[in-house]
C-alpha cells in the first residue's frame, strides 16, 4: 500500500514537471504582416459609447469605476501577441490605478486549472506623465487575439470625482515596452490606442492642438502630443545651423484635436535664425487658443 502510494505521488510530480516543461517552451515563433493592426481600448460594461451619466452611476466607493482592458485585431483575425505597452495621458479625472484584476485562461495541459496568462503593471512616472500600463504574457506558449476582442483585465481607477467632464476624450499614447511576437512599428503606427470617451468631444468647442511637430529632413526638433501648453508658454526649439541655411529646411505642422477647427500657423520663413516666434492661432466657433515656439540656431562650428 505504502509503495502503491508514493508511486501516484511520483506520476503526479511526472505529470507537473512535464506541464511546467511544456508551458516553457514556445513552439511557434509568429510575425505579423505590415497590414496587421490591433487595437487597445477601455470599455465601461462592455460599452464604448458612454454619457457622463453612465460613467457616474458607476463609481463605487464615492472615487472609484472599473474599466474593461480590451485588445482588438481591427481585421477581425486571430493575432499573436505576448506584449503590450501603453500610457494615459496625463488628466484631471483619473488619479491613480487602484487594482488590477486580470482574466484567467484554462491550461491546456495537466493540472489544466486556471491561471492568470497575464502579468500587468501599471504605474506613474514623473519623466513620463500619466498611468502607465506595461502588460506581458506570463506563460510561455502560443496565445492569439481573437477577431471579435479580447479582456485582458478589469482596472480600478481612483478618480477625481469632482472632475466627471461632459464630452471630452481621454487619450492613450504608445509606448514601446518591448514584445516578443507581435512586432511593433517603430512609431507605434501599427498600434491603435483609442480614447476612452464620455460623451460627445465633437460637442462643444476645442481648440486643442493634439499634435505640435518641428523637423527638418533628418532630424525631429519638437514631437508633442495632447495637452501641450499654450501662450504665453514658449516652447523653445533648437535647430542645426545646416538645417537653418537649407531653404524651407525646417517644418512646423500642428494638428487640432478637434476635426473641423482651423489652425493658423503665422511667422514661418524659408531661412530661420535665433529669435524666430513661430505662432499657432487653433480656432473652433468661439474658442482660440495660442501657441509658440522659439528658434534657438547653433553655432557654425557646433
Given amino acids: 500500500m505504502k509503495i502503491t502510494k508514493q508511486i501516484k505521488k511520483l506520476i503526479i510530480l511526472l505529470i507537473l514537471t512535464i506541464s511546467i516543461v511544456f508551458l516553457s517552451i514556445d513552439s511557434k515563433a509568429f510575425a505579423n504582416s505590415p497590414d496587421d493592426t490591433l487595437e487597445v481600448y477601455f470599455t465601461l460594461n462592455g460599452n464604448t459609447e458612454i454619457s457622463r ?23 477581425n483575425t486571430s493575432m499573436p501577441i505576448s506584449a503590450i505597452g501603453f500610457v494615459m ?21 495537466p493540472p489544466f486549472t486556471e491561471q492568470e496568462i497575464w502579468n500587468a503593471q501599471a504605474s506613474s512616472s514623473y519623466n513620463n506623465p500619466g498611468l502607465i500600463f506595461n502588460i506581458i504574457r506570463s506563460i510561455a506558449g502560443d496565445f492569439s487575439i481573437p477577431g471579435e476582442g479580447y479582456k485582458i483585465a478589469d482596472v480600478m481607477f481612483e478618480l477625481n470625482e469632482t472632475n466627471v467632464p461632459d464630452n471630452q476624450a481621454f487619450s492613450l499614447r504608445y ?19 483609442s480614447p476612452f470617451v464620455i460623451g460627445d468631444p465633437d460637442s462643444g468647442p476645442d481648440a486643442s492642438l493634439s499634435s505640435l511637430k518641428v523637423e527638418s529632413e533628418s532630424t525631429t526638433y519638437l ?66 487658443k495660442t501657441y509658440k515656439i522659439k528658434i534657438t540656431v547653433t553655432d557654425p562650428n557646433d
Fill in 53 to 75: 451619466e453612465d460613467f457616474i452611476e458607476n463609481i463605487v466607493y464615492e472615487d472609484y469605476i472599473t474599466l474593461e482592458l480590451m485588445l482588438k485585431p481591427t481585421g
Fill in 89 to 109: 495621458d496625463d488628466n484631471d479625472l483619473f488619479k491613480s490605478i487602484s487594482t488590477i484584476t486580470l482574466t484567467k485562461e484554462k491550461l491546456p495541459v
Fill in 175 to 193: 509606448d514601446d515596452f518591448g514584445a516578443q511576437s507581435f512586432v511593433y512599428n517603430s512609431d507605434g503606427s501599427n498600434v491603435i490606442l
Fill in 223 to 288: 514631437n508633442l502630443t495632447n495637452d501641450i501648453k499654450e501662450d504665453p508658454f514658449i516652447h523653445d526649439v533648437i535647430v542645426s545651423y545646416a538645417d537653418s541655411k537649407i531653404e524651407n529646411g525646417i517644418t512646423i505642422t500642428a494638428s487640432p484635436k478637434k476635426a473641423g477647427a482651423d489652425v493658423q500657423i503665422n511667422g514661418t520663413k524659408s531661412f530661420y535664425t535665433t529669435g524666430d516666434i513661430i505662432t499657432i492661432e487653433v480656432t473652433d466657433g468661439p474658442e482660440t
